[in-house]
């Protein structure tokens, strides 16, 4: 995909027009003020449609309607963009990051802004989803200690979750979980489902 900083997205080429949308004003908000903001949340659009981001929450939300999931807790959300495919399946999303941004559909769905482990308004059934966050060597500022605490805070939190992550760390999780599969793999990382249901 091209950089949008340079040109706007085709709206006839993809399926999620409203995000495209906000990705061609982003671009333009970003010429007229010059404010890195816009920039930033362009890029993160542009993140979403290459490398499989939106087909991974496409999968994410797949799985949900075949286990009859109603609600997941997307921990490491970032602007939230991807709430677009759960807002276009049907399905309840609360996004967790712990920067404030101006979060997308946040008029439609539960945003927090906080440090996961953290508090969260879990409900029996949830399901726990990171893509590209928990267990990934950038956010393990304390490394082993640091990923410790998030594994204890997802079986604290969840009776099961959804991860994309590195196959290394699946067999340190899957301490904290009776059951692991492996639901999708690619690009050397992989969609993981652990469950002590």
């Known amino acids: ?11 006839t ?6 995000l495209v949308e906000r990705a061609n004003q982003c671009l333009d908000l ?11 949340e362009e890029d993160s659009i542009c993140h979403l ?4 981001g939106l087909e991974t929450y496409e999968q994410i939300a797949s799985f949900c ?26 399905l309840d ?3 967790v990051n712990e920067h404030r941004d101006n979060f997308w559909n946040g008029d439609k769905f539960q945003f927090i802004c906080n440090h996961y482990p953290c508090k969260l308004p879990t409900k029996k059934g949830d399901l ?7 267990t990934w060597n950038v956010y393990l500022y304390e490394r082993k200690k640091t990923l410790t605490e998030q594994c204890e805070a997802l079986q604290r939190d969840f009776e099961h979750c959804l991860l994309y992550m590195m196959p290394e760390r699946v067999d340190f999780l899957s ?3 009776k059951k692991v599969q492996k639901i999708d793999e690619g690009l050397g990382y992989g969609l993981y489902y652990f469950s002590n249901k």
Request: glycine fraction near 8%; charged fraction near 25%.
């Open 93 to 95: 999303y609360v996004g």
């Open 30 to 40: 970003y010429r007229d003020t010059n404010d890195i903001l816009y920039a930033m």
């Open 49 to 52: 449609f290459e490398c499989k």
């Open 175 to 177: 301490r904290y979980f």
């Open 13 to 18: 080429e993809l399926k999620y027009p409203r």
């Open 128 to 134: 726990g989803v990171s893509v590209l966050c928990l």
């Open 1 to 11: 995909m091209q950089s949008l900083l340079t040109e706007p997205i085709q709206k």
């Open 65 to 90: 309607k075949e286990h009859e999931i109603e609600r997941v807790i997307d921990i490491g959300c970032a602007h939230g963009h991807q709430s677009e495919v759960f807002l276009q399946q049907g």
